[in-house]
């Protein structure tokens, strides 16, 4: 007998099954058999106010699934998720909380899309954030039609309207442009994105794909990071970018690393805190494969800044250093200055050829990019502290920077 068959017994019948043989690769039915029904539970014990384990547990699964691009305004705004108190039965909604009242991650967004717009050209798409109610838009260098070209702005409620440059800045790949013939626009609140800490919540806002309107959330990953983009491929190239455009590449410092969903077309839109105020300006993306991948932003403190010198003059000021760095190969990460030009403030300081810089402003240096994206975020005429080696001395200089010529 094959050993995988029901054996039969010597009084007849077959054991595993009961009295019935069954077909062939059957089951015995359900309704042969009687369950009985258990007595109903007690009732449960009244539940004390606050949190229960439960409750807890769903608000922790929802701090990873819903933090983007969002930090909080002053150390008192906490950006954690909390249930909301609902009048009907069901789980809670997980929520932003700032400081003053509570805001669900649906109010954040209401309140902010109206302040994102869509924006085409002949060759370049992207994202924009208003800043005034006349059409001035905030956006990225990279996102504005080259030589001046004619763009096109879709607003939340579907309207559109011409749009010309009133500034570029290639060096923070940031612009200006303005909407022309609108009025009363919604206004983004900016924020205060030094206040920014890692885990904090965030909502990124734009159009991906050419998807207006969209929203995606995570949390900050990481601050201060320096990024170049477009000088090489799968490099953290602009999301607006065609994949085959050559570029000189551009050093952004002081960036904000989120892993909120970024992709092509989210470029110029907003990275908001859980209070709906703007922290950042959505920029590059950092992928081994076409779409996704690690996020970043240019502050909102930088964005203001340049924004309002681009409107005011049409152009940037930027600080100048004068050294020109690599990165270091020894033991002590750093930037290497290989050279020190003749009458700049890092030579009116003191820095030599040689030396080893390690920090700048209290910030640690990793390599020759740190220094160059760190120098863009200071203005002319700003003291600044800088911490270098020499001859394995640590040592530090104060470096009061000049307009770059």
Known sequence: MDANEPREQS????????????????????????????????????????????????????????AVGGGVVGAAVATSFQPEPVASTGTPSPVFKPAADQLTVADVAAKVQPTVVMIKGQTREGSGVVLSEDGLILTNNHVVEPGGGQMTVKFSDGKTAKATAV???????????????????PKATLGDSDKLKVGDAVLAIGSPLGLAGSVTAGIVSALDRTLTTGDEPRQQLPPSWPQQQESSGTTIGGAIQTDASINPGNSGGALVNAAGELVGINTAIASEAAGGGVGFAIPVNTAKQVSEQLITSGKVTHAFLGVSVTDATGDVPGALVRQVTAGSPAEKAGLQEGDLITKIAGKAVDGGDTVVGQVRGFKPGQEVKITYMRDGKADEVTVTLEEKK
């Open 11 to 66: 009084t007849g019948g077959w054991s595993q099954f009961g009295a019935t043989p069954p077909s062939a690769g059957g089951f015995p039915r359900r309704d042969t058999i009687r369950m009985e029904q258990p007595p109903p539970p007690p009732p449960a014990p009244p539940k004390k106010p606050g949190f229960s384990a439960g409750r807890k547990a769903i608000a922790g699964l929802a701090l990873a699934a819903v």
């Open 167 to 185: 500034g570029t800045d290639p060096a923070t790949d940031l612009a200006v442009i303005r909407a022309e013939g609108v009025s009363g626009l």
